[in-house]
């Protein structure tokens, strides 16, 4: 590892009219100015090409009972420093990341009742965006209680932007693409229903935001880092086209109490004239701490299936029998009649694990298996689970036997039902438990509204109580993989157990209505910029009423684009989420999910453009074979895969897995042709995408 530090004291100015401050990106494409205002106001601005990316915008804090940290500072030394390392993740899309950067330190203090206040501000450039973040040195304020951080990003105009409306409980939205003049009026109508949701304003976004100017720029608005502090939302006064940032509050209504010494999440914006660099940016992961767990040989990249789709189509259920409104401490479920639609049967799992070990997969997700789901769900109930108890027709024991004498493990299951509190009491008990049966990884989900009444699950509580679950995983070597928790801003460098998240629709909505096909395309620029995203790909049949009467939604993809989402859709963590009977029906396609690996050596972003289309190739870590994905939204697509980034003088077998000249998501969903050709650095493939469609193709060295 290379490392040059060098620290250059720039200019010292105390009191007004201080001088501009430049940092530049180490390609100097990318440049930030700071200065004060002659209010005493920080304020930055970015240009990238030499074009405005971001116009002079403020920053700063409104306090409790306390006069805002707003203007009036007086600015110390500015330092100034460098550095160029490269580090190696745990997983990844790569086998070494480059760590490149420019750094500013602006030191700030301001005189407010007789204390002086000092807060400095850090800014980072790289050569693909910039950060900043606020840091609160050792002073004789102990806490800060803010009201609201006021961090501006005044954009240059209005540009396309492809959003979730803001919200403290949910992700779960699809996405609209819009002028952000029209996020106000569309806003409401974007809304879907979620069992927990909160809005706050009508111009209000998420991050991570993606934006493009009409000029072509692409630029993306996220947070990393986010620790101890509540998650960021965007607010656009669209009468400027600037968003300031809008934390989530806590159950007070204030938005984060913080103590001294602190340093908030960073404020990230990427900005490219490539679409394809948004995403393969690894600033989000660069701006985070190093890893901080000692032995990482636990932590594996995981493939996995799940006794999951059929109760998530409605096909089986989570609950044993169908009593309702009981207190979990006193029910019998011996004396309970079973409803006979159980998933999580002894037979059912077996029949499970044996085509997962079959087919080479590493583990086995179990939902259902313990007992309280009769009584979950939108009751806003403290003791929903206790995490330890198996149903009657679950024998955890003899499962999990099972299971490892085939050579795979069970995954478990934590639903808490958005009960903290409840999850809290159990976590330790529910953690040696899985110690104790050989379980390494944890799917955990926060469905309905967070207990206690009036918390969120995106303010600083909720943050925190995230990290700890991971951070106490990580002692009892767990891998976590939380649903509905707050979503990714990179913490998993830092903690590589953290090997997915879900925070966006998931596969699980194609069951709950369907998604839209442009949707794949969006989620790698904006979800996934923050974290690896358990989107449970590989659905084989679309046509749900076939095998779950009742339920007549449709999965608005083809096989192939299914088939690409492991490519397309980087996560350590990929499920093959349909069932055995629907992988037998099509063996020769699911040769590619057995096939396809979960960690890479080097990924190449071929082309791109969110809303439309995405194509990517990797290199299997642990071979020399390479594998390419592309998925398509709507409009049918002729793509050109120019081989290019092969080895060159290496041959391969390609085997192409893609959509027939007739496959449509809507009409022909399952119509796909997999063919076999010779392929070198030199050869180009050309291929039909399908409405929804895409491609897979694995590239074997000979
Ligand atoms: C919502 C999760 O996203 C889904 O995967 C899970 O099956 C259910 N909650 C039940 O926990
Ligand atoms: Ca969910």
Redesign the pocket.
């Known amino acids: 590892m290379k490392k040059i530090v060098l620290s250059l004291i720039a200019f010292a100015a105390f009191g007004s009219a201080a001088a501009i401050e430049t940092l530049t990106s180490p390609d100097s494409q990318i440049k930030l100015t700071f200065d004060l205002t002659p209010e005493g106001a920080p304020e930055y601005s970015v240009t990238y090409k030499g074009k405005a990316i971001v116009k002079p915008s403020t920053l700063g804090f409104t306090l409790k009972d306390d006069a805002p940290l707003i203007d009036r500072f007086k600015q110390g030394k500015v330092t100034y420093s460098s550095t160029d390392e490269t580090w190696v993740p745990v997983w990844g899309e790569n086998d070494s990341i480059a760590n490149r950067y420019n750094e500013m330190t602006v030191p700030l203090s301001q005189k407010a009742g007789g204390k002086t206040r000092k807060m400095n501000i850090v800014f980072r450039a790289y050569d693909d965006g910039v950060g900043f973040r606020y840091v609160f040195p050792r002073q004789s304020t102990k806490e800060f209680t803010i009201t609201d951080e006021l961090s501006q990003f005044a954009l240059t105009g209005d540009h396309t932007a492809w959003w979730i409306p803001g919200d403290y409980d949910t992700q779960e939205y699809k996405y609209t693409r819009s002028r952000l003049s029209d996020i106000r009026a569309t806003s409401e109508g974007a809304r879907m229903h979620n069992l927990s949701q909160t809005g706050f304003s009508p111009t209000g976004v998420q991050t991570s935001l993606m934006l493009k100017t009409d000029d072509g720029l692409y630029i993306n608005l996220h947070e990393a880092a986010l620790i101890d502090y509540p998650a960021m939302h965007l607010n656009l006064d669209d009468s400027t086209m600037t968003f300031t940032s809008w934390l989530t509050p806590d159950i007070n209504g204030d938005k984060a109490v913080v103590t001294t010494p602190f340093k908030t999440p960073w404020r990230t914006i990427m900005v490219s004239d490539k679409a394809t660099d948004i995403l393969a940016s690894d600033l989000i992961l660069n701006l985070n701490d190093p890893c901080v767990i000692d032995d990482t040989s636990w932590i594996h990249p995981t493939k996995y299936m799940g006794v999951?789709w059929e109760?998530?189509t409605n096909k089986s259920s989570?609950a044993y029998c169908d009593a309702e409104n009981f207190d979990l401490a006193t029910f019998d479920y011996s004396k309970a009649t079973p409803n006979g639609r159980h998933g999580a049967n002894n037979e059912n799992v077996k029949r499970y694990i044996d085509f997962a070990a079959d087919a080479g997969m590493d583990q086995l997700l179990v939902?259902g298996w313990n007992i309280g789901w009769e009584d979950w769900?939108g009751k806003e109930k403290e003791y929903v689970f206790d995490f330890l108890t198996p149903y009657p027709d679950f024998d955890i024991d003899s499962l999990n036997a099972y299971a490892k004498s085939k050579g795979i493990k069970l995954m478990m299951?934590h639903?808490t039902s958005g009960s903290i509190p409840n999850y809290e009491k159990y976590i330790d008990r529910a953690y040696d438990l899985m110690n104790r049966y050989g379980y390494d990884a944890v799917?955990s989900?926060y469905?309905g509204n967070i207990l206690p009444k009036g918390e969120n699950h995106y303010n600083q509580k909720s943050v925190r109580h995230y990290l700890e679950c991971v951070k106490k995983a990580a002692d009892k070597h767990i891998m976590v993989n939380a649903?509905?928790a707050v979503r990714p801003t990179g913490l998993c460098r830092t903690y590589p157990n953290l090997v997915g998240n879900?925070s966006a629709c998931?596969t699980?909505y194609q069951s709950f209505g369907g998604l839209p096909t442009a949707h794949v395309t969006i989620l790698p620029f904006t979800r996934l910029q923050g974290g690896p995203m358990?989107y449970?790909p590989g659905i084989f049949r679309m046509n749900i009423s076939e095998f779950a009467p009742g339920n007549t939604s449709h999965v608005n993809s083809t096989v192939a684009n299914q088939l690409a989402l492991y490519l397309t859709m980087y996560s350590p963590l990929q499920m093959a989420a349909d069932f055995p009977e629907h992988y037998a029906e099509k063996a020769d396609a699911f040769q590619f999910i057995k096939d396809v690996p979960v960690d890479w050596s080097k990924s190449v972003y071929l082309d791109a453009e969110p809303g439309e289309f995405i194509v990517v190739a990797r290199k299997d870590k642990k071979s020399e074979n390479w594998y390419v994905g592309g998925v398509n939204a709507e409009e049918p697509r002729e793509f050109i895969l120019d081989l290019d980034f092969l080895d060159p003088g290496k041959n391969y077998e390609a085997t192409i897995y893609s959509d027939t000249d007739d496959a449509h998501y809507l009409t022909n969903p399952e119509a796909y042709q997999i063919t076999r050709r010779k392929a070198g650095a030199e050869s180009r493939i050309k291929l039909h995408m399908a409405p929804g469609g895409g491609f897979a193709i694995s590239l074997k060295e000979i």
């Open positions: 999951w109760m998530i989570w939902e769900s299951h639903e799917k989900g469905v649903h509905e879900e998931g699980e358990d449970t």
